[in-house]
DNA sequence: CTTATTCA
DNA sequence: TGAATAAGG
């Protein structure tokens, strides 16, 4: 899933209260994902309405965006459109491991195995209404939905760059490529999470990562940052065997530009042009209004508990906090309503 | 993941 | 109370 900068970009460790105010432009798959993956019952079952339709996602974008607002944050919500054509060996890739995981989760299943999780985590995959659903959860809740033509973490960029956000939310650093200024990670409340392996429990607390001083810490453009990307493999090119960010900084800094850094590697990437104009000039929309509109309760009610199954008490006792808490936005932020 | 419940 | 565990749909 995106690029793996590894430990290129300094991260600032920050308190959800630093981001009091601000409005968040939030990669809305990239969270989807993360919610579809993680939301599981011990056996690897996503929790699912008595119609079969997984709900998993409908219950993290509930709580989650729920806390958000409470401490004081603006979310918007941007979506993938149309993936670029560059992008379909990558998710036929990923459909390949994912029907593996499928097949590997079932048989897990059958025999009471603990891995079972861990294949039905990369089973997961996004189709049928949830898209649909998380975005009418979400405009139910009052918030702003925006669909990106393209790559969702593109248009959050470009968001971010037009200052109508502070930052763009997500846990890849792809927004940090299409030039997003800033970056948010680890954007939830709950800040203990179980360390893969092991039962020991860490702190996880949200990052920020800046690019313009990140750039001048490597002494690097943004240009170059990109050459960076395609030379270790992004979600749109495979990338050199056996360069990996430091080998990749390297090479670009002793010569400036991926052309003679392929050269010397005696190496290609195909299509060179076209991979950097996608980062460096990505399809965006200014086509986008931010406006934050008061929760509809029952319709979340009825949304939640009548068509899916939800506990009334609990999604009663969101709403409720939801609703209390854009109260105090609109005191405070004069675009809240 | 987040919330609810249990238990020292 | 706060940490560990179960449940959620």
């Not at 079972?116 to 009052?142: H, R, T």
């Not at 001048?216 to 056996?242: P, S």
Request: proline residues 4%.
């Amino acid at each position: 899933m995106g690029i793996d900068f590894g430990d290129l970009f300094e991260k600032k460790e920050i308190d959800l209260s630093d981001l009091r105010g601000k409005v968040i432009a939030i990669d809305a798959y990239n969270i989807l994902y993360q919610f579809l993956s993680i939301i599981r019952q011990r056996d690897g079952t996503p929790l699912i309405d008595s119609h079969g339709e997984i709900t998993s996602h409908l219950s993290g974008f509930l709580y989650r965006t729920t806390n958000l607002i409470e401490a004081g944050i603006r979310p918007v919500f941007v979506f993938d459109g149309e993936p670029p054509e560059f992008k379909n060996s990558t998710l036929n890739e990923r459909k390949k491991i994912r029907v593996e995981a499928m097949v590997r989760w079932e048989e897990a299943k059958e025999k009471g195995d603990e891995a079972a999780f861990k294949y039905a985590q990369a089973s997961s995959q996004i189709k049928g209404n949830m898209i649909e659903d998380a975005k009418k959860l979400l405009v139910l809740m009052g918030l702003p939905v925006i669909q990106a033509p393209s790559e969702g973490e593109a248009q959050a960029a470009f968001m971010v760059r037009n200052n109508d956000a502070y930052a763009a939310g997500s846990q890849d650093y792809d927004a940090l490529l299409f030039g997003a200024p800033v970056i948010v990670r680890n954007l939830a409340v709950t800040g203990k999470r179980k360390l893969p392996g092991m039962g020991v429990y860490v702190d996880i607390k949200p990052q920020i990562i800046e690019l313009e001083s990140g750039l001048t810490g490597l002494g690097i453009t943004r240009e170059q940052l990109v050459d960076i990307a395609l030379l270790i493999g992004t979600d749109y090119n495979a990338g050199i065997k056996g360069i990996g960010p430091k080998k990749a900084l390297k090479l670009i800094k002793k010569h400036g530009y991926i052309e003679q850094a392929l050269d010397e590697l005696g190496e290609d990437i195909k299509n060179l042009a076209e991979l950097k104009e996608l980062f460096l000039n990505p399809a965006v929309t200014s086509d986008y209004e931010l406006k934050w509109k008061k929760p509809d309760a029952s319709g979340i009610i009825e949304f939640l508990c009548i068509q899916h199954d939800f506990s009334e008490a609990r999604v009663s006792k969101a709403t409720e906090r939801l609703i209390e808490a854009s109260k105090d936005g609109q005191q405070t932020l004069d675009r809240w309503f």
